[in-house]
Every structure is written in C-alpha cells, then in structure tokens.
C-alpha cells in the first residue's frame, strides 16, 4: 500500500470537494475544484486508487503545496 | 630514422588521458548509475563525430630518468563534434578526476571550448558534474593564497559564459552533483537539463550544514527544487533522455545568431482543421480547458518542444514548427490562476521573448490571460514590475509576431499581447472575451453610488452586469475596428502556417541589439 499527497498546484480557495473519503477514483477523476481568479481549476487524482484522506474544507484558503487530499494505492 | 618513437610517446600518453580517473574511479562512477564524461561525449554526438583539443593536458609523473609513468588528465573534456550531422562544441566535466573539482581542471581548457563556440559560431553543450571555480579550499595549500574570485586575469572564463547566451545557443546538462560555478554555468544556458538523480545547488549539504540547514543533497537542489524554480528547464530520467533533449533543443536553432534557424521539409499538411477546436474553450467562463493539445493541433504535428514546464506555469513555453519553419510559441495555460500572469510567468516570458529574438525566431501567443495575478501575495512579489519587464522584453521584440486570442484579454497584461508600436497579426477566436478589468468587482467599483443608492443592491449589480455583458460581444469590438479579425478557430493553423510564410523574409541574421541575460 502506498499513499500519494495530493498537493495544491496553486494559491487559491476551496471551491468544491468532488469525493469523500473511501470512493475509488481512476486517474484523471476530479477530485476537488480549487477557485483562483474567479477560475475552476480542477485538481484531478494522478492514480488509480481510493481517497483516504481528504484535509481541506470548502471554502478554505489553500497555499501552493499545502496537501489537499491522500490517495492510496494498492 | 623516422618520427615513430614519438609518435609511440603521443600514443601512450593519449591511451593513459583516455583512462581518465582510473579503472576503480570508472567503476564507482557507473555503480553510481552515471555515465563516464567520454561515455557521455559518445552518446550526445552523432557516432565516431568527436574531434578532441588537449586530450593530453594533465599532471604527469616521471621517473628518475625523465621517463613518463603516468598520466592523470584533466578533468575537463572538450573539443567538437556533430549533433545531426551540424557541427558543435562540447565541453564536459569528468568527475573521475577528483571529483570534477577545478583543482585539478585547467581551466583554459573551459575558456578555449566556449572562446571556439564564440570565435567559430558554434552552439555550445556544457556537460556538468562538479563544482568547478576557484577549486576546492585545498587550493588555499596548494597555492599558497585564497582565491579572490574573477582575480588578475581571471574573469574572461566569466565573460565568455555570459556572453556566449548573445551569440550561439548555449545547452546545460547537469549529470550529478553540480555546485557553484558549474552551477552558474549550468543556469547561465538558454536551455538546462539535469537528470532525476541529479542535483543543482549554490553550495552543497555540509556548506548548508553550517547555516543549520540539515539537508540531503536531493532535498536542497533536486529536480523538484530546481525545475519548479525556474533554475532548470527540464528534468530527465536518464542520461540519454538528457542528450536526446539537447538534440532536440538545437534543432530548432540556428548555429549562431549569424544565420537563420534551419527550415525543414514539410511533413504536415498546413490546410489542416481541427474539428476539436470548434469546442475546446467551454462556454462557461469560470471552467478551465488543457491548452497543449491545442498547441499541438495548431503547430507541425509531432513538432511542440515544450521547455521549462515546471516554472512559471501558467504561461506555455516551447519551441514548434510551421510547415518546417521553426517558431517560439507561448500560451497560456488556464489551469494556473487561470492563466493569469504571475510574477514567475513574467520572468519565463523574459527569458524566452529574448531567446526568440536572438535566435531570429518568430513567436506565436496563443493567449487566454484574465490579467496579472491580483491580491497580496501578487503584490509582494512585485508582478506589476515584472510584468511591465515582460511586456518591455515583448516590445523590444523585432522578430515577426502572431497572437491568437482564444478567450480573456484583460487589464495591463492583456495589453501586452503583441508587441507596442509596430503591426503584427492578430485574431480572435469567437470565444474571445476582453476589458480593462472584470466586470466581477470592477462593476462595484464603477457604480458604486448607483448600487447604493438601490432598493434591492444585489438586483441592481445583476440588473448592471446584464446589461454590461449584452455590449461585450466581441463583434462589437469588431464592428468599431477595435479588433481586425475574429475568426473561425478551425482556421488558426492555416493561418498560422501563412504567418510563418510572411515572416521568413523578415527574419534578419545578426546580434540583437542586447545579448540576453539568462
């Protein structure tokens, strides 16, 4: 089992949360739409796997890097 | 009696350079997964290509009699040789050799490959591993002084670094560890490269060390570190990948600022219409769409180079061709800030206007850019600065110039789609959307008493912003010739390949009128 952190590309706000903790995402899936200069930036899962973590809240201001979701892997 | 005794001396001495640091150092370097510096030089040139100067030059040992024992040479490896059949310099440390350290170096051995590259008009591939510069704080022994950096005669290495970036392409490759001067002179190209195993620093772990910085040597200069900070355009996974990008990179170039960049047969038919991009910018504002596969609809197929993905990211950079004609392309990539100028983004756009300039190539902006990054994060950055620099470096331009503008153009940053003062080509998509600045928040701001003074604010703003968005049609701008073209976007890359058709007559070979700064 490996666990990959899903990192914030960019500055920005948590517009919405697309997955809950334990769905089963494929590679590419959207799993939480940032909002930065009144733009959807999509932030979609690099693998395949399920979400164990999700560690941000709608609405909250994220930093570039700040982890927003984890992902695990088989 | 012929010459054949020295010529048998020339022999030995050339088999013992050819051994480099030895057969354990050899092994140690291989264990290491890297490749030798003449392993390296065989695999970047096109085969048996490399035409060696100073192989010979090292510390020798002799015996009691004046006869040669042995040979260490230097640890920097140059001379010339072919990348697809055109001649270059390469210029390559070996790390077998104490470690690449200058110590044992030449250094006149680095000043003579970049004074060819400079003299001859030949592009330049500086392969690094090491640290280079003053040498090690042994030297302070050694030669019985410290080194005052750019001493008596010691900064025409430096000039020719520098100046070189005006005058031939200049490539980096950084295979290892690479540490202060070979840093510099890894950054001071117009193109980097290191491998994934590779790191890059001012001053390596036991330096930092000292400043109570307990870093591994991946943690402080990894390819994450230095890609994601614009200190290095491309990170690997092997060596060959590295010498295929080099390649790669010069392909689009010309020799030296002298000639043109080199035209190649068309393989790609410029009519060409991509259905794909009559849907691509979705009709809701706020969604964002993936821009390089629009780059590599528009351009030769197969003939996008991006470079410097991990910086400055919300703009594009790479290299492409039209019909065979090599072009610079920026676009902008909504994924990041929407597209919007961040001070980072203005740096790349700096760097690669000026590379285009130099290099006589002409540059097409496919451009979606809401405006610079606003908020304060933005304003400690200093992005208005940076970005009056970018738009300063665009307007500097000479060469030839094509924007399309696929959606936003706004505020300042939008304004510096083409460069001031002379006529380019320009054409907007159908979803081409543009203003000083957005109505979101520039309404409130502009009808603030209006609003105010509303029974119902909330129905006013909607009621304003209505009736706003009723006169942005880009048509409008079209119908006042405020914009000249608005097109089917189908019709891009035809129009592009018949930009790249005006421009070629244009291009002019010869020094810009600055040389670039990396």
Redesign the interface.
């Given at each position: 089992m490996t666990e990959t952190a899903i990192p914030s590309?960019?500055?920005g706000t948590v517009w919405k949360i697309e997955v809950a903790v334990g769905d089963r995402v494929a590679a590419g899936d959207t799993l939480i739409l940032l909002e930065?200069?009144?733009?959807?930036?999509?932030v979609d899962a690099p693998c395949d796997g399920v979400v164990a973590a999700i560690l941000v809240k709608e609405e909250q201001a994220v930093e570039e890097g700040d982890t927003l979701a984890v992902i695990a892997q088989k | 009696m012929n010459w054949q005794p020295e010529l048998d001396e020339l022999r030995t001495r050339e088999e013992l350079a050819r051994r480099m640091g030895g057969p354990e150092k050899v092994a140690r370097q291989h264990a290491g997964g890297r490749l030798t510096v003449r392993e390296r030089i065989g695999r970047l040139l096109d085969p048996d290509s490399f035409h060696e100067l100073g192989l010979i030059a090292g510390r020798a040992e002799y015996d009691d009699n004046g006869q040669l024992r042995d040979l260490t040479p230097s640890n920097s490896v140059f001379g010339r040789g072919r990348i697809d059949g055109r001649t270059v310099v390469v210029v390559a440390d070996d790390f077998t050799v104490r470690g690449g350290s200058a110590d044992a170096t030449i250094k006149e051995k680095v000043l003579m490959a970049e004074q060819m590259a400079n003299q001859f008009h030949l592009p330049i591939v500086r392969v690094i591993e090491g640290s280079g510069g003053g040498g090690s704080v042994k030297t302070i022994e050694t030669r019985g002084r410290a080194n005052l950096p750019g001493g008596v005669g010691g900064t025409i290495a430096y000039h020719f670094t520098t100046a070189n970036l005006g005058v031939v392409p200049v490539v980096g490759l950084g295979l290892g560890s690479v540490a202060g001067l070979g840093a510099a002179r890894l950054a001071a190209s117009h193109y980097s490269v290191m491998t994934k195993s590779s790191a890059m620093f001012v001053a390596g772990p036991p330096v930092v060390a000292r400043l109570g910085q307990s870093l591994g040597k991946q943690e402080l200069g990894g390819w994450q570190i230095q890609t994601r900070s614009g200190a290095v355009d491309h990170a690997t996974d092997t060596e060959e990948e590295a010498f295929a990008a080099a390649r790669r990179f010069l392909s689009y170039l010309p020799n030296s600022v002298h000639e043109l960049p080199p035209v190649t047969e068309a393989t790609d038919d410029p009519a060409r219409r991509d259905e794909m991009l009559m849907h691509v910018i979705p009709r809701d504002r706020r969604k964002v769409y993936k821009v390089r596969p629009i780059v590599e609809s528009v351009v030769d197929r197969g003939s996008f180079f991006e470079m410097g993905s991990q910086f400055g990211r919300s703009i594009v950079t790479g290299l492409a061709r039209l019909e065979g004609r090599p072009v610079a392309v920026m676009a902008s990539d909504p994924y990041h800030y929407g597209g919007a100028w961040t001070a980072d983004a203005c740096a790349k756009i700096v760097r690669f206007v000026d590379l285009a300039e130099t290099f006589h190539l002409p540059v097409v902006y496919l451009m979606d850019c809401p405006g610079f990054l606003i908020g304060l994060e933005a304003e400690k950055a200093a992005t208005i600065r940076l970005g009056v620099r970018a738009m300063t470096a665009i307007n500097q331009t000479s060469v030839p110039w094509c924007t399309i503008i696929m959606r936003n153009s706004f505020g300042v940053a939008g304004a510096a789609h083409q460069p001031a003062g002379r006529l380019s080509l320009r054409y907007a998509w159908l979803s081409a959307y543009w203003g000083s600045l957005p109505l979101e928040g520039g309404i409130e701001a502009a009808y603030r008493a209006e609003i105010d003074a509303a029974p119902d604010p909330a129905a006013k703003l909607r009621e304003i912003e209505d009736r706003l968005n009723k006169l942005r049609s880009p048509f409008r701008t079209a119908e006042t010739f405020w914009v000249e073209e608005i097109i089917d976007p189908r019709q891009t890359r035809p129009l592009l390949c018949d930009f790249a058709r005006l421009a070629a007559p244009l291009l002019k070979p010869g020094l810009s009128s600055f040389a670039m700064r990396p």
């Open positions: 590309e960019l500055n930065s200069m009144k733009m959807e930036i999509p | -």
